[in-house]
């Protein structure tokens, strides 16, 4: 049995949600993996970076850009807690990746229902994983919010 798949890798992005949590940010986390290999770490940086750009999938987008050397990610994996909004959505058309798997979706503002086919068509999509456990961090955040 392959002790590398998309449980372990998204209890990674877990880890990288709870570091966001800590730090006051929207937890969601993400991790890019490439042959079983997590090749990039993220969280959401928008509050530090006063930026709201600064979402976990970008930010490992470019670090994972940078480890390969190429803005192509399409043998890669992006794990991201949450389903991605439009503009990570749309990023991942830019860098091919090559497989999106998310933790819980985000009914307000996934890509899914605002526009399913913005990620490029050699991408593959799936989720939930580890539903339970990424919406309850968010649960959470905003429940201490309130």
């Not at 002790?3 to 880890?15: G, Q």
């Not at 090559?98 to 086919?117: A, H, L, M, Q």
Request: hydrophobic share 35%.
């Amino acid at each position: 049995m392959n002790p590398f798949n998309d449980e372990y890798f998204m209890r990674k992005a877990l880890d990288e949600a709870q570091t966001a949590f800590e730090k006051d940010e929207v937890p969601v986390g993400a991790v890019i993996v490439y042959n079983n290999k997590i090749i990039a770490r993220g969280h959401n940086l928008c509050e530090k970076l006063i930026d709201f750009t600064a979402h976990a999938e970008m930010q490992v987008f470019t670090s994972a850009s940078y480890y390969l050397q190429s803005k192509y990610l399409n043998e890669c994996k992006l794990y991201v807690t949450l389903e991605p909004c439009v503009m990570c959505a749309g990023a991942s058309f830019w860098t091919r990746i090559g497989e999106i798997v998310y933790g819980t979706s985000d009914p307000k503002r996934g890509f899914k229902k605002t526009n399913p086919s913005i990620v490029h068509p050699s991408t593959k999509v799936k989720g939930p994983v580890l539903e339970h456990e990424c919406s309850q961090i968010l649960k959470r955040f905003f429940n201490a919010k309130r």
